[in-house]
């Protein structure tokens, strides 16, 4: 199979790729920071100091701790639809994968675009990246792309980890009316990783 990162369509200037390499780095350190965050929440949800995973947690998935049935008091019953244990698991994934060699391709405009033939188009229009290749870190990247904050760029890297490295399709962006819909819907959608881990892993 072809490497669209390697083929020559759409090359990125060097600028371009340190602030790709940038995104990545950023992205990494949400990761890890995500992460101890919902290992700290898991301890002791109620805590207030644990307050924005809640929040988190409701603003992208519709997940709240009274949609867990409780067996006994205290006792959390854990299902497929328990999203903090999700993301935990999703998160100590992507940080296996986030130093995999990225490779970024920059199409400077529409027609260079339509060769490189993105699995979800629908990111273009909305988070100005695509996935090119399953279990790679290599992404498109459009020109607008370049011209947002450090913090969105960092979670559009994580928002396409989670296609090409957890195989999940869009349901809903951040900013749809749509978002996040039912947490069976949130489930397996990447935006809402995405935004979970840049919220609860922001400095
Ligand atoms: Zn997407």
Not at 70 to 82: A, C, I, K, L, W
Not at 85 to 90: F, I, L, V
Not at 148 to 154: D, H, S, Y
Not at 181 to 198: F, H, M, Q, W
Request: proline fraction near 7%; charge should be positive; hydrophobic fraction near 35%.
């Amino acid at each position: 199979m072809s490497d669209p990162c390697t083929e020559g369509i759409g090359n990125c200037t060097k600028t371009q790729r340190d602030i790709v390499k940038r995104a990545f780095q950023d992205a990494s350190a949400m990761l890890a920071r995500a992460q101890d965050a919902l290992i700290a929440y898991e301890k002791k949800p109620a805590a207030p100091s644990n307050r924005k995973v809640v929040t988190a947690l409701k603003k992208h998935f519709n997940w709240t701790e009274a949609l867990m049935a409780s067996p006994s008091p205290g006792e959390v019953r854990v299902t497929p639809d328990y999203i903090p244990g999700k993301a935990r698991e999703y998160i100590r994934t992507l940080m296996g994968k986030i130093s995999v060699p990225f490779g970024a391709i920059c199409p400077a405009n529409d027609q260079q675009r339509e060769q490189l033939n993105p699995q979800h188009k629908g990111d273009i229009v909305k988070i100005l990246a695509a996935a090119l290749q399953d279990n790679t870190n290599c992404f498109m990247y459009t020109p607008d792309y370049f011209r947002q904050k450090p913090e969105f760029r960092a979670k559009v890297v994580l928002h396409e980890m989670f296609h090409s490295w957890k195989y999940m399709s869009d349901d809903s962006y951040e900013g749809d009316a749509k978002y996040p819909g039912k947490v069976g819907n949130a489930t397996e959608n990447p935006d809402s990783y995405a935004c979970l881990i840049r919220d609860i892993g922001r400095r």
